[in-house]
């Protein structure tokens, strides 16, 4: 039987002022309207054609609360600005603030046999949406992030709750009718498992087994980078959740796939668990090429690696590489933990800054582009996961009867971190805090035992604030007169050192 813990609901109203309540997600169940109708108006982008639409195995209106939307309300953290949630539980359960370490809302009790040989014991409360559909190009896409309840205690148990995103269809190659679960870790394909590890509390988690975990089989810890622990933020709910994926997948195009997502409760029906899907992000590439990773896309990638170290910025060459787009606008977007011109800066081969006012430019097939990433050593405690997303809108020729306006999404995935970095001593996610940094009012209150230095540090990575302390309980950092943005702020205390950011707004 799982124990509550119950710090995070004890702690949550004394560490986020009123200010801040603005930014908790909102979410709408979607209960009574028509699986078809929902699909196509949420989720349905460029190049697909959707038909046969169930949730929960009925065409018929949807009878739980476990199908809905969200949005973000500025809650950047969680990478996805609006869209569709699937959830084990009632969906408004996802709502923040994180006050609870193990909030349950049982909505519905469909079971999904497709599930049960990725399942570590039984399935319950699952949520699943099902549909065929025909791509104009050779690779389906979904972007999403998925969240839990079962964070961080439950890492390495057998309440591993799951989801997964099945395609089944002709294989590319092979021809043969295969079905494969295309919500997987990037990069974690190898000659043993070429489909990739699925994304799970067992895969992708804090980088140790929880309090109430163990060697649970299959548990790994090498894709920690990929996780967000919620310490007590007032956006969602769940403790933990993973940053933004791409589910990818090799397809034919004009031929027919079936589309299975779903999630699951798994060994009982508590601590809920959500997937949050990006809206309007189930899409088809036309014609498309092959870049890093293996996933395949438009623009063809130099092989630059996933790592960026702060001694040295990275340059990463990309060509628009095949003669089915005509000329193109790209956008230059960035997502995951690390935030553009704080924790990175990304320039053009013309050293031009991508920032709010310059962010696109203008291609033609076969011309050779590339950006600079440089790292800001000041804000990189730990490493922070980078995605650079190139949106491109071009004409393309699709299944080579008709052209159309589409819209492309590459994404190539990077790790920013110093060469020699040291793991800051700070907030252990169960037993509690060493070190508790508030906003109150105009000031920024620092709280530990022993506390021996206090220094702010601006976006730009300048120190603002230094104060020596002997031995103190408490420190105020002035903010009154400082500008917006994320700082950091770093502690000598009788723990040793610590260092997290704040939003100064």
Not at 74 to 82: N, R, V
Not at 436 to 458: N, W, Y
Not at 476 to 498: E, F, Q
Request: charged share 15%.
């Amino acid at each position: 039987m799982k124990t509550k813990y119950l710090l995070s609901l004890l702690l949550a109203s004394a560490c986020f002022p009123a200010a801040l309540e603005a930014q908790n997600i909102t979410v709408s169940s979607a209960q009574d309207r028509q699986p078809a109708e929902f699909l196509i108006e949420e989720m349905l982008g460029e190049g697909v054609t959707v038909f046969n639409v169930q949730f929960n195995g009925s065409s018929g209106p949807i009878a739980s609360s476990q199908l809905g939307t969200f949005d973000a309300n500025g809650f950047s953290q969680l990478g996805i600005g609006s869209g569709v949630i699937l959830a084990t539980g009632n969906v408004s359960a996802a709502a923040g603030p994180n006050n609870s370490g193990s909030f349950s809302a049982s909505s519905g009790n469909y079971v999904d046999n497709a599930l049960s040989s990725m399942a570590s014991a039984e399935l319950v409360n699952c949520a699943t949406l099902d549909f065929d559909f025909v791509s104009n190009g050779n690779y389906i896409y979904v972007y999403y992030s998925f969240g839990s309840e079962e964070y961080p205690e439950y890492v390495c148990s057998e309440f591993n709750d799951i989801f997964a995103f099945l395609v089944t269809g002709p294989d590319p190659v092979t021809g043969e009718v295969v079905t494969r679960n295309i919500a997987t870790i990037p990069g974690s394909e190898t000659t043993a498992n070429p489909g990739g590890i699925p994304v799970a509390i067992n895969s992708v988690n804090p980088g140790s087994p929880g309090t109430s975990g163990g060697a649970g089989s299959g548990c790994l810890y090498q894709y920690s980078h990929f996780y967000n622990h919620n310490n007590h933020s007032t956006g969602i709910q769940y403790d933990g959740y993973t940053r933004e994926m791409a589910a990818r997948g090799a397809i034919l195009p004009c031929e027919v796939y079936h589309m299975h997502i779903s999630i699951c409760n798994v060994g009982d029906n508590s601590y809920d668990s959500g997937v949050f899907l990006r809206g309007k992000s189930l899409s088809s590439l036309a014609n498309s090429s092959s870049p890093e990773g293996g996933q395949e896309t438009c623009w063809a990638f130099g092989a630059p690696g996933d790592t960026v170290y702060a001694d040295r910025p990275l340059t990463i060459p990309f060509v628009l590489d095949t003669p089915d787009y005509l000329n193109a606008s790209v956008q230059v977007e960035f997502a995951g933990q690390a935030m553009n011109l704080t924790h990175f800066t990304c320039r053009d081969e013309n050293n031009t800054l991508f920032n709010h006012m310059h962010s696109s430019f203008t291609v033609a097939p076969g011309e050779e582009h590339s950006v600079t990433i440089t790292v800001n050593p000041a804000t990189i405690l730990q490493p922070v996961g980078l995605d650079l997303i190139l949106r491109t809108e071009a004409e393309a020729t699709l299944c080579s009867t008709y052209s159309r306006r589409e819209s492309l999404v590459d994404t190539l995935h990077l790790v920013l971190t110093s060469e020699n970095y040291t793991p800051p001593v700070g907030i252990d996610p169960v037993a509690g805090e060493t070190v508790r940094v508030t906003k109150t009012g105009q000031d920024i209150v620092v709280a530990a035992q022993g506390l021996r230095q206090v220094e702010l540090l601006s976006p730009d990575g300048k120190v603002v604030y230094r104060r020596n302390i002997d031995r103190g309980t408490e420190a105020r950092i002035p903010t009154r007169r400082l500008p917006k943005g994320v700082y950091v702020v770093k502690t000598v205390s009788a723990t040793g050192t610590h260092a997290e950011t704040i939003v100064l707004n």
